[in-house]
Each structure stands twice: as C-alpha cells, then as structure tokens.
T-cell receptor, first 111, second 113 residues
C-alpha cells in the first residue's frame, strides 16, 4: 500500500546547529505535504506545509523542500533551540482524502 | 472557540467491552477524522468523514465504527475491545479538502486489558 518513510528516527543536535529530517512517499498523486510537531503528551500541531506546485517554503527558522520527481521532501530547522525538542511527523495526502504519516523523528536539542 | 474536543482523556477497558470515544468541533469544519497513534508507527487513519451523513474507511478501520449525524460530532465506537486496540486516539478536523490545515483534539489514551 501507499506509505511514507521518515528518517532519521532520532536526531540529537547542539543548540544553534541545524537539523534536517527527510521523508519519501510512494503515491505519485500526493500533492500536499504537512509537517507536525508533537510535544510529549500533547496533540500534533502543524508547523509548516508545502503543496506540490512549490519547491520550497520558508517560515522564519523552518523550511521545507519538495522534490516531486524523486518523491521526497525534507524539513530544515536552523539555529535550533531547546524548545524545538519534540517529535516531528511528516505526512502526505492520497487521492481519496487519506493522509499517511511517517513514523516520526525524535529531535533533541542540547543546550 | 473550543476547537476540537475529545472525551474521555483516559479509559481502561476489559477485552470484549464496547465503548464510544467522543469528538466534537465548533469550527464548522466539514472534514473530520480519527487516528490512532502507536509507538514507532506515527498516526494511522481509522475512519474519516467529508460531511454529515458521509463516512469512509481509512488505513486501519477494522474493529471500529463511526457515524456523522451532525457537522459538529464524530464519535468512534469500539465494538468489542481487544488488547491490540490499546493506543492513543486523536480526532482531527479541517475546513475543506485535503490541502486544508488539520486541527487535532487533545487525544484519548485507551488501555484494553
């Protein structure tokens, strides 16, 4: 079936460094790719998203890039801060309104 | 606005029991969905609805039923609980099609013994 793979599963960086999380998807018809941040015991919250007609989108320290040909997209966080520590999920929509999520990346930012 | 609300926050069931997880939203969103979240597996779609009276199956629908009689409410029913249904359940809603921002409820932690 359709799926989304996410790497790495855990990522540890020093405060101020950059973090990159990568996802690949299998459904070539997918056209919407959101990223969610989930803090411990909390609900997932949308931090950035990208549509298939755009190659890159940036919002302050967060950016997402999309390569539709290769079917992969990435989340980039620059100047990381301890409050960026959380689990990050990528997702991709399917034609039938379904949304598939990656397994998540646990990011730890060390002060 | 309260956003997306879920009750209960925690629930413990015995194998074979049935129960309903409640979900409500006050944003007049057409689209609502239920996910389960298991360690190391991300979120998986159970059922979704694109409007009152319309429901459809997601990736892991077996063992669950849904109905959508109003725009606001989207309850999830476990017919005969099994230990494999131990999970955290999130309800979510969005205003329209698949490219709209999705808002999640606070979650229900369910344990089936």
């Amino acid at each position: 079936g359709e799926n989304v793979e996410q790497h790495p599963s855990t990522l540890s960086v020093q405060e101020g460094d950059s973090a990159v999380i990568k996802c690949t998807y299998s459904d070539s018809a997918s056209n919407y790719f959101p990223w969610y941040k989930q803090e411990l015991g909390k609900r997932p919250q949308l931090i950035i998203d990208i549509r298939s007609n755009v190659g890159e989108k940036k919002d302050q320290r967060i950016a997402v890039t999309l390569n539709k040909t290769a079917k992969h997209f990435s989340l980039h966080i620059t100047e990381t801060q301890p409050e960026d520590s959380a689990v990050y999920f990528c997702a991709a929509t399917l034609l039938n309104n379904d949304m598939r999520f990656g397994a998540g990346t646990r990011l730890t930012v060390k002060p | 606005n309260a956003g997306v609300t879920q009750t209960p926050k925690f629930q413990v069931l015995k194998t074979g029991q049935s129960m309903t997880l409640q979900c409500a939203q006050d944003m007049n969103h057409e689209y609502m969905s239920w996910y389960r979240q298991d360690p190391g597996m991300g979120l998986r779609l159970i059922h979704y609805s694109v409007g009152a009276g319309i429901t459809d199956q997601g990736e892991v629908p077996n063992g669950y039923n849904v109905s959508r009689s109003t725009t606001e409410d989207f309850p999830l029913r476990l017919l005969s609980a099994a230990p494999s249904q131990t999970s955290v359940y999130f309800c979510a809603s969005r205003v329209g099609g698949p490219m709209a921002e999705q808002f999640f409820g606070p979650g229900t932690r369910l344990t089936v013994l």
